[in-house]
Structures are given as C-alpha cells and as structure tokens.
C-alpha cells in the first residue's frame, strides 16, 4: 500500500504537467488567488501562478532531493559503517562523529549547514546527507559486526582475501536488508527536512517551486486562500506516509522473526 501511495505521488510528478497548457512560472495577474475550477484545478496562487502546475513540478524537486538523500545516505552510512565495524582504530573516530552530528537536532544542523554553503538544490542535498547518514552508519555497522564473525569471512580471511574484498563482496550484500529499510525512512524525513528548510527561506530557491516554497507563499494568505497550503500539504503528507508504510512494510517483509 505505501509503495502504491509512493507510485502514484511519482506519476503525478512526471506525467502530471503535461496535462495542463500552463508554465509553473507563468503569471497571470488577472487570475491572482482563483479557486480551484477546471481552468485552475488547484486554483491560483498570489501571482496568478496555476497551482496545480507547482505542485507537481515541487513534486519533482522535492522526490528528487529526497531520492538523492537517500542514495548519499546509503553509500556514505554503509561506507562509514562497515569501515568502523572492521578496523577498531577508526571505530572509535567515526562512530564519535556519527553521535556528534546525532546529538544535534537534524533541522538545527540543516539550517546551520545552509546558513554557511548558501541556498541551493545541490547545498539542500549535501547538508541533509550530512545530518542523515549517521543512522544508516549505526545500522551498517551493527550489521556488519554480526556478519564478519559469520563462519565465511573467517575462511575468506584465513584463505587471504584482502580487506577490501571481505569488505565489499561478502559482507555489504549481506546488510542490506537492514540498510535498505533505513534508507526509507531516511527518505521520508528528508522530504520533510527539505520542506522546512524551503518553507524557513534556506532551502531551494524562488521561483523554483518545491512544496516548502508553496506552503511559505500560503502562509500569510492561509485564511482567504486555504488550497495554497491544503494541496502542496497533502502531497508532502501522501508522499511521507507511503514511504513510512513502505519502510514498515519492508522490515516486516526482511524479518526472518516474522516470516
């Protein structure tokens, strides 16, 4: 059901402008703050901007950004994992690392990154891996500190299989169910992190739409014109809640207990 949730936010993403004759830029002052009818099927935003069009197109900044979260978290947190999980010198360094960065609020840390490197996608993606892949580390590594006693590994290291080999031919592949689960979860918050940031003025720039920018340009018009915070809203809450239903799904599914 949250891989469903998931599809359907995804489609609307990629094949929803082409149904609507409107740029997500283009204004048209004759048209400022229309309700939702079928010329505007979301309605019009403050500049007569056609919602629907915005939200779909914040739909691709916002899944993208997350999907590029997701994948910085998993390489990095699965890097940083298993190295501290095989060699107990680093252990101590990175896991430090990984409780420093996780002892301050994610939000905090984000805005604190995109005070210092400057709005943009690029700088969203990299500041929201940095507060992201400590999680993943953790379960990398309390993963692969099971997997590199396994019968297995011993033999590949008694037969002299180098560090490199054990590390990402035998152990990798066998924690990534745990990861992969994660990363999901990792996924949603970022969507949600993104949108703050954007919604705060730190995030994605204007007159790039992303659901934060379009529920910032709602806010002071809440009252008079509820659907520019009501639709970009329900895309963020779809969206989030079917890749928390995925992720749970999924830990279910990889569960031996529960299979």
């Not at 999980?85 to 301050?104: E, H, P, T």
């Not at 400590?134 to 990398?140: C, T």
């Not at 659901?211 to 659907?227: M, P, Q, R």
């Amino acid at each position: 059901f949250g891989l469903i949730m998931i599809l359907i936010v995804s489609l609307f993403a990629i094949f929803g402008p082409m149904l609507c004759p409107y740029a997500y830029d283009e204004a048209d002052f004759l048209s400022i703050a229309q309700w939702p009818s079928k010329a505007h099927w979301f309605g019009t935003d403050a500049l007569g901007r056609d919602l629907y069009v915005r939200v779909l197109y914040g739909a691709r900044v916002s899944m993208s950004i997350g999907a590029a979260v997701a994948a910085g978290a998993l390489i990095v947190g699965m890097a940083v994992g298993m190295l501290a999980s095989y060699y107990k010198v680093l252990d101590n360094v990175l896991m430090r690392v990984c409780d420093g960065l996780s002892a301050i609020p994610s939000s905090l840390l984000a805005i604190a990154f995109m005070a210092a490197l400057g709005a943009s996608e690029q700088n969203v993606i990299i500041s929201l891996v940095t507060v992201s892949f400590p999680a993943v580390a953790r379960v990398a590594r309390g993963a692969a500190m099971v997997v590199k006693e396994q019968t297995y590994v011993e033999a590949m290291r008694a037969a002299g299989a180098g560090s490199g080999r054990i590390l990402l031919r035998h152990i990798a592949p066998n924690i990534l169910s745990p990861v992969i689960v994660q990363v999901s979860f990792v996924f949603a918050s970022s969507i949600i992190t993104e949108a703050a940031l954007s919604f705060l003025g730190v995030g994605v720039p204007v007159p790039d739409p992303s659901w934060g920018n379009i529920l910032n340009e709602g806010k002071d018009v809440i009252y008079s014109a509820w659907w520019m915070i009501l639709f970009p809203g329900l895309f963020t809450a779809l969206a989030v809640l079917g890749l928390n239903i995925f992720g749970d799904g999924l830990r279910d599914f990889l569960d031996p207990h529960t299979n």
